[in-house]
Every structure is written in structure tokens, then in C-alpha cells.
């Protein structure tokens, strides 16, 4: 089946660590995505890539890294950086065939302890 | 200004009650609109896709799209419990990867 495969569904973090969120699709989409969502709010564009080895931030990309050495994977590091990274991330891709439509994971909850 | 707005809700109505989700936009480009629908912890799936302006239907579902207006909706028939979720509208335009995100409505229907 194909689809968008997130990594871990729950993570906690200690303060002071980096952690590393996973996501993988399989659907062939040239571009991926990350979001943060935070408990009653909208999706914030955390970065984006639409073609490999290229990656662009998005709106609240401060404390975050991405890389995209690979079509299939567009994994994405917390850092310590990030003053506040308790929330749901969710990562998607966008099909260009079909216009603009984005596909999800089932999305990482990450909490800091 | 926002690119997309929508009312957070919450959205509070009684089963078999119709209701209507709207989002209004600023930018005349797009021309994909869509709606998701997100339960708890959960990501969002596609719930309908419409292209240019028009109504389409699915379902208790009906999306309309009024591009001169830069206006959407979402018209869920004889609500049920289980349409209890978030509601995203989402849009983008041809040739453009990036699809912009409404800030959703919580929806709760009533037993």
C-alpha cells in the first residue's frame, strides 16, 4: 500500500537533546512537508523540499534542521534550539498530478520531560 | 492578512443538524480546494477535492467553491457523532507545490 509513514508515534525528550522525527512515503512525491500542530491550532509550516538535496523553511523554522538526501525520507531534527517543542508533527507529501492534494502520516507526538 | 482564514470554532450541534464549514482566501491563483478532516491525534485525510469554482458533492457531504467571492464551504447533511473531528480547508494552484492550510474547526455533534 501506498503512503506516508511517520516514526516514532510517541517521543520524549530530555531538555538540552536533539531528537530526530522520521518520515518516509513511498508514493513517488516529489515534495514533502512538515508541520507542527499545536492542541486546538492549525498547521504551522515548520520546512518544506520539493526536490532532493533542496529544502526551504517554512514560517516557524527556528530550532529545527531537515535534510532530504533521498526521495523517499524527509526526516527532521528537533534541537535544542527549540524553546518549545512539546506538540504533534506531521509530515505529508504533495502529489503534483493530482493538485496540490497532501497526503499524511499518522503524525509524531513529541513531549518534553 | 492571513492567506486563508477560518473560524477555530468550536462548533457545537445537535445530531441530524445541517452544518456549514467555511474558509475565504486572498490569493485568486488557486485553484484546487479541499477539505480534511482530522480526528484526535490522528493526521488528516482527504475528505473532498474540488478544482476551479462549483459544487460537488459526495455523500452528506457537499463542497462549494465561489472563487469570486474567494469563499469555500463544506455542507455536512444529517450530522452524525462520528463527524465529530477538524475540519481543514486547504488550497493550492497548478504548477505550485506548496498547499496553504486554513486553521481548522473543531466540530461536535451531539447524541
Known amino acids: 500500500d501506498g503512503g506516508i509513514t511517520q516514526s516514532p508515534k510517541y517521543l520524549f525528550r530530555k531538555e538540552g537533546q536533539n531528537v530526530t522525527l522520521s518520515c518516509e512515503q513511498n508514493?513517488?512525491?516529489?515534495?514533502m512537508y512538515w508541520y507542527r500542530q499545536d492542541p486546538g491550532q492549525g498547521l504551522r509550516l515548520i520546512y518544506y523540499?520539493?526536490?532532493?538535496?533542496?529544502?526551504q523553511k517554512g514560517d516557524i523554522a527556528e530550532g529545527y534542521s531537515v535534510s532530504r538526501e533521498k526521495k523517499e525520507s524527509f526526516p527532521l531534527t528537533v534541537t535544542s534550539a527549540q524553546k518549545n517543542p512539546t506538540a504533534f508533527y506531521l509530515c505529508?507529501?504533495?502529489?503534483?498530478?493530482?493538485?496540490?492534494?497532501?497526503?499524511f502520516g499518522q503524525g509524531t507526538r513529541l513531549t518534553v520531560v | 492578512q492571513k492567506e486563508v482564514e477560518q473560524d477555530p470554532g468550536p462548533l457545537s450541534v445537535p445530531e441530524g443538524a445541517i452544518v456549514s464549514l467555511n474558509c475565504t482566501y486572498s490569493?485568486?491563483?488557486?485553484?484546487?480546494f479541499m477539505w480534511y478532516r482530522q480526528y484526535s491525534r490522528k493526521g488528516p485525510e482527504l475528505l473532498m477535492y474540488?478544482?476551479?469554482?462549483g459544487n460537488k458533492e459526495d455523500g452528506r457531504f457537499t463542497a462549494q467553491v465561489d472563487k469570486s467571492s474567494k469563499y469555500i464551504s463544506l455542507f455536512i447533511r444529517d450530522s452524525q457523532p462520528s463527524d465529530s473531528a477538524t475540519y481543514l480547508c486547504?488550497?493550492?494552484?497548478?504548477?505550485?507545490?506548496?498547499?496553504?492550510f486554513g486553521a481548522g474547526t473543531r466540530l461536535f455533534v451531539k447524541a
Open positions: 505529508a507529501s504533495i502529489s503534483r498530478d493530482r493538485g496540490s492534494e497532501a497526503f
Open positions: 508514493l513517488n512525491h516529489d515534495a
Open positions: 523540499s520539493q526536490i532532493v538535496n533542496d529544502f
Open positions: 490569493n485568486s491563483a488557486f485553484q484546487y
Open positions: 474540488t478544482y476551479s469554482s
Open positions: 486547504a488550497m493550492g494552484n497548478t504548477g505550485g507545490f506548496k498547499t496553504i
